[in-house]
């Protein structure tokens, strides 16, 4: 059975009670929330995973990071660098989105080292074995796309971003007014020129039901993939991404229905004055499921920097109730990573996700802040380093001596309070 319908059952599995207790939350607690879709655990039923991870209402806000090959640079051994350097760095999650070289090897090499769940984009595989063997990503058939996910999800895939919420109702939306940028997701892009070239509906919406039947042969977790996101601020909150937000809410329904987990991808590019409204139309119309955010970038004109709009904009989306946040490195929009750009990533994702959890009123986030700030106070530098998002930073600023404040001295003004006040 899936996770889903232990729950509904009423039975705590080990995942769940794993999860409670990472979490420090009780175990029913966790059940409840897999049992209502408002929680996920992504890990397929086939697979070990060292570090689970629930991803929801109540939980601690996750973080995910990108690795993955492409036709020009296909160096899988480069790869496992960043994937060690991400986890490293305190992702809960990877996505291999891999689009060249040895697909199939770096998959099997992600889900091997990784300790953590992983992810994937089968409509990837599925176009460019289409461009390999007929010449044309269009020529792929639908028996292509679904023979992609059951190979990854046989393989031991924890969750898959698969376009389904993109018909002909949205497209037309799309054509109707126009956008800036009209599709920014490599998926959305795929599924829009094979459907427009081939005047043929999305097999994905189609025939969602067989989707399901895979995913809950495996316990997958189904992450509705945002084919129609914006990739502009301009184009935020538009006719088509609502359109396509309504979609995810049905395929939501029935996913919770055939009891596979399920959670859904949100947009790039959001404006911050429209943050909070994406994240409550989302909830509103997906029934509570876990969101998924890719980015939020705050502005377009960071390049080089986009890791600081995306936490920007990742922290009030997480604050208005996003679950999930996926990583925006410096070299977004410019190139692929390197595990430099990987590791700015992580850890910009996650200081924007501990804030957000200081404002959701978490009290594991409050209780680290607090650890940080008495360890402040008292000068006890290897506490400050053990409550510090990067430990590693305390390697080139080493504290002062005698317990001394590394920038201020005898003159620090938070020691000089505390000895006035008796707290040290």
């Known amino acids: ?109 992600t889900l091997a080292r990784a300790g953590v769940p992983v992810g994937s984009v089968p409509i990837y595989q599925a176009a460019v074995t289409a461009l390999e063997k007929r010449g044309a990503m269009v020529s792929m058939t639908g028996q292509d796309m679904f023979d992609a996910i059951e190979k990854q999800a046989a393989g031991g895939v924890d969750f898959m971003a698969i376009h389904c919420a993109l018909n ?73 991404q609502l359109q396509g ?22 947009p790039g590019h959001v404006p911050m004055h429209h943050v909070e409204s994406t994240m409550l139309l989302q909830k509103r119309l997906c029934d509570g499921a876990p969101y998924f955010i890719l980015g939020t970038l705050a502005t377009d004109v960071a390049p ?26 410096p070299a977004e929009h410019l190139g692929l990573p390197t595990s430099d750009d990987v590791r700015d990533g992580v850890m910009a994702a996650r200081i924007a996700a501990h804030a957000a959890d200081l404002a959701r009123g978490s009290r594991v986030a409050w209780e680290k802040d607090m650890k940080m700030a008495r360890a402040r106070v008292s000068g006890n530098a290897a506490a400050q380093a053990a409550s510090s998002v990067d430990p590693r930073v305390w390697e080139n600023h080493p504290p002062g001596g005698d317990g001394k404040c590394a920038v201020c001295g005898d003159g620090c ?10 707290i040290i």
Not at 220 to 236: C, E, F, K, M, N
Not at 247 to 260: I, M, Q, S, Y
């Open 1 to 109: 059975m899936t996770q889903v319908l232990e729950a509904r059952a009423g039975r705590i599995t080990a995942e769940m009670e794993a999860v409670a207790q990472t979490e420090g939350l009780t175990p029913e607690f966790i059940r409840a929330g897999v049992a209502s879709g408002k929680i996920v655990i992504p890990k397929n039923r086939g697979r070990e995973i060292k570090s689970l991870c629930g991803i929801g209402e109540g939980l601690r806000i996750k973080v995910n990071a990108l690795i993955g090959t492409s036709s020009d640079r296909d160096l899988i051994l480069d790869e496992e660098k960043k994937l060690a350097v991400a986890v490293a760095a305190g992702c809960d999650s990877v996505m291999d989105l891999s689009t060249g070289g040895d697909i199939d090897g770096m998959r099997r090499q």
């Open 168 to 240: 002909f109702d949205v497209i037309k939306r799309l054509q109707a007014r126009g956008r800036v940028t009209d599709v920014v997701s490599r998926g959305g892009a795929f599924l829009t020129g094979w459907m427009l070239h081939n005047n043929r509906e999305n097999p994905l919406y189609q025939q969602f039901d067989r989707l399901l039947e895979i995913l809950k042969k495996y316990d997958v977790t189904l992450s509705l993939g945002d084919a129609i996101r914006p990739g502009s601020t301009a184009d935020s909150l538009d006719g088509a």
């Open 245 to 266: 937000l309504i979609v995810a809410g049905e395929l939501v329904a029935r996913a919770h229905a055939a009891g596979v987990q399920v959670m859904v991808e949100g």
């Open 304 to 329: 080089g920097y986009d890791h600081i709009t995306s936490a920007i904009g990742g922290a009030i989306a997480g604050a208005a109730g996003a679950d999930f946040l996926c990583y925006v490195t």
């Open 413 to 422: 003004a938070a020691r000089i309070a505390a000895e006035y006040f008796g």
